[in-house]
């Protein structure tokens, strides 16, 4: 009776095991690398794009409120609704409203969470923002500016600030100009850009004039590990098979972008430039082309 015992025990054990090594074998994602066209240039060299994860075509949904109140660093901003739309690069869709002064807002649909803050409309307009007088030393105040507003979202020293260059923008209301300065907050992941970003404009009079947050941590842990050399033979293998016409493929990678397509998949979008030659004497031709390599 012992050994019977005994020997149904060591079944269940074995059962046991090869049930955990089962669902830890499934639980691994499964590595894809899979390369789509996504975007080309406008030069009929490449005509079909094989994934359209986003476009600029808006819709209006069903669920989001019809008008909405939100707070953004201390001020209330209530507006109707306009569109719904996934922006590029993002996998959750944004309810976009508008404000009697004309300011504009975006929300993540499904959160509620705050994704654009457009102060423009209203600053521009009104003409108010030509009576205020201009910083000292707009480069360094604003600089200051964006470290403060950014610290209310973020901790700045975990991302990588890149200063755009200041842009001159007309007043409607006089015949003055105000100058835009950009900082832009990015988290990358093994130097690729993520969607987990702030970006903000500065005026030159020390007002915040544009605010986009992106979705914050998203990127902290993946779902598996991307590896390079995978990554590589997979652009490769896409690029010869695009262009096996050429002779020869000469391409760049000029920016590449980590995130996830509206279905939830991980993927690397890839802005590439290539130099093209069909034969030896003739002179390459330049071109564009956005892959996306699905990595699980």
């Known amino acids: 009776m012992k050994r019977f015992f005994l020997l149904k025990v060591a079944i269940l054990l074995i059962l046991c095991i ?59 901003y209530t507006g ?13 869709a944004t309810d976009y409203y508008t404000c009697q002064d004309g300011v504009t807002f975006g929300i993540n649909a499904v959160s509620g969470e705050i994704r654009t803050l457009n102060l423009k409309p209203a600053m521009f307009q009104n ?12 480069q360094k105040q604003t600089y200051a500016l964006a470290v403060q507003y950014a610290s209310f979202f973020i901790n700045p020293s975990s991302y990588t600030l890149i200063e755009g260059a200041p842009s001159e923008v007309s007043l409607t209301q006089s015949d003055s100009t105000l100058t835009l300065y950009q900082y832009e907050y990015v988290k990358y992941v093994d130097k690729m850009r993520t969607p987990d970003r702030l970006y903000i404009q500065i005026t030159s009079k020390g007002t915040l004039a544009y605010l986009a947050l992106g979705t914050f941590g998203a990127f902290d842990s993946l779902p598996q590990k991307i590896i390079q050399e995978k990554y590589d033979a997979a652009i490769v293998e896409k690029i010869q098979s695009i262009y ?53």
């Open 244 to 296: 096996k016409g050429y002779d020869k493929q000469d391409y760049t990678v000029e920016e590449q972008t980590l995130t996830y397509t509206p279905d939830g998949k991980l993927v690397i979008m890839s802005q590439i430039v290539l130099s093209l030659t069909k034969e030896e004497k003739q002179a390459p031709i330049t071109t564009e082309i956005l892959l996306g390599t699905i990595i699980g």
């Open 127 to 138: 003409g108010e923002i030509s009576n205020l007088e201009d910083l000292e030393d707009p």
């Open 80 to 92: 109707a609704y306009d569109y719904t739309l996934v922006p590029p690069f993002r996998w959750e």
């Open 18 to 76: 090869t049930l955990i090594a089962c669902t830890a074998k499934e639980s691994i994602p499964k590595e894809v690398y899979e390369t789509y066209t996504c975007g080309t240039a406008n030069d009929g060299i490449v005509k079909m794009i094989e994934k359209s994860w986003w476009s600029d075509e808006s819709y209006t949904s069903s669920t989001a409120a019809k008008s909405i109140t939100i707070s953004v660093l201390g001020t209330e």
